[in-house]
């Protein structure tokens, strides 16, 4: 896969649509906390069932930098999964820019898309500081700086973790797709129209097959308090109109899709809870995922709110029936 970063706007075309085919509808993700409970060798297990019933993609991430929760580094967490499976495309979702210099992270990145050709998606995000678009825009100037001189054969789509219009637009201008983070079907279609038809769009899908609504919503509450904490990786004041409405980067989005302030207290309202998450029987969180599909996502990824990895992977084979038949 090519990356529209390294040589323009034909390749981002081009990287997409070989990126679709091998994706298809539906991949995984789980949150880096998840995985450092979970020994090296269970995860390998876990992937395998994932690989064996269909799922396209595996993605996780990593915590910002000075985030009191602990994750396993992402590359180094990648490169066991790519390395139990045969067939998964692994996603780093994402790969934070504060973290490491774009010399580390391309360098990183084309040695695993060497070994594994066509088979790893780069999310970045993560820029932080007065200016985080300017600085993601830097960022990327010298990812491919380094990659026309260090490991230029090595190809891999990039994808930009993004809420807001700017950072939506700097992505269909520099990279190949985005990665929306805990958003409901509204903003997929908000943001297919932004990045245009070219572009991969990515979401990220919570769900729960716990039949009480109440158990199900008290789940993503806590989800939602977490990553409320801080601004969304990559988004921030100059990008996401921090003079009106104040709130992190995920609440405006919300607000921008047209829930209110009493939607946003205490873990969020029934109904916008209800719009993030799809819970209940497997038709429902099927039927869920596709409006996603039908918004102009390319990929969905599942997130089950379980307990542990074991758990997640048992629901997304409960789920897989439905999914992927």
Same mark, same amino acid.
């Given at each position: ?7 323009? %706007? ?26 450092? =409970?979970?020994?090296?060798? %269970? ?58 210099? *774009? ?61 807001? *219009? ?19 079907? =509204? ?7 932004? %990045?245009?038809?070219?572009?991969? %769009?990515? *979401? ?70 209800? =719009? ?12 869920? =995922? ?19 990895? *074991? ?15």
């Amino acid at each position: 896969m090519k990356s529209a970063g390294f040589d323009g %706007v034909a390749d981002r075309w081009w990287t997409a649509e070989r990126a679709r085919a091998r994706l298809g509808p539906f991949g995984v993700w789980v949150a880096p906390a998840t995985l450092l =409970a979970t020994p090296v060798a %269970v995860i390998r297990a876990q992937l395998r069932r994932l690989e064996g019933v269909g799922y396209g993609s595996f993605w996780t991430g990593e915590p910002p930098a000075g985030a009191p929760a602990a994750g396993r580094e992402v590359f180094s967490q990648l490169a066991v999964a790519l390395a139990a499976t045969d067939r998964l495309v692994l996603g780093a979702g994402i790969a934070n820019v504060a973290a490491r210099v *774009p010399s580390a992270t391309h360098t990183a990145a084309a040695t695993l898309a060497e070994a594994y050709p066509d088979r790893l998606v780069l999310g970045l995000g993560g820029a932080g500081g007065p200016r985080p678009l300017s600085a993601l825009r830097e960022y990327l100037d010298a990812l491919d700086a380094v990659a026309a001189r260090a490991l230029p054969g090595a190809r891999y789509p990039r994808v930009l973790a993004a809420l807001g *219009p700017k950072a939506l637009r700097l992505a269909r201008e520099r990279v190949d797709g985005v990665h929306p983070f805990l958003q409901p079907v =509204a903003h997929t279609a908000f943001a297919r129209r932004v %990045v245009g038809e070219g572009p991969l %769009v990515v *979401p990220h899908l919570a769900v729960s097959l716990e039949p009480e609504p109440a158990l199900a919503r008290e789940a993503i509450r806590a989800v939602r308090r977490a990553s409320g904490s801080g601004p969304v990786p990559g988004e921030g004041g100059e990008n996401e109109m921090s003079g009106g409405d104040g709130g992190n980067a995920y609440d405006r989005s919300y607000r921008r899709l047209g829930f209110g302030d009493a939607d946003l207290v205490d873990g969020g309202s029934d109904a916008l809870v209800d =719009a993030l998450l799809a819970h209940g029987e497997p038709l429902s969180v099927v039927t869920r =995922a596709r409006e996603h599909l039908e918004a102009g996502a390319d990929h969905v990824l599942l997130h089950p709110l379980t307990a542990d990895l *074991p758990s997640a992977v048992d629901d997304l084979e409960r789920l897989a029936p439905f999914l992927l038949a």
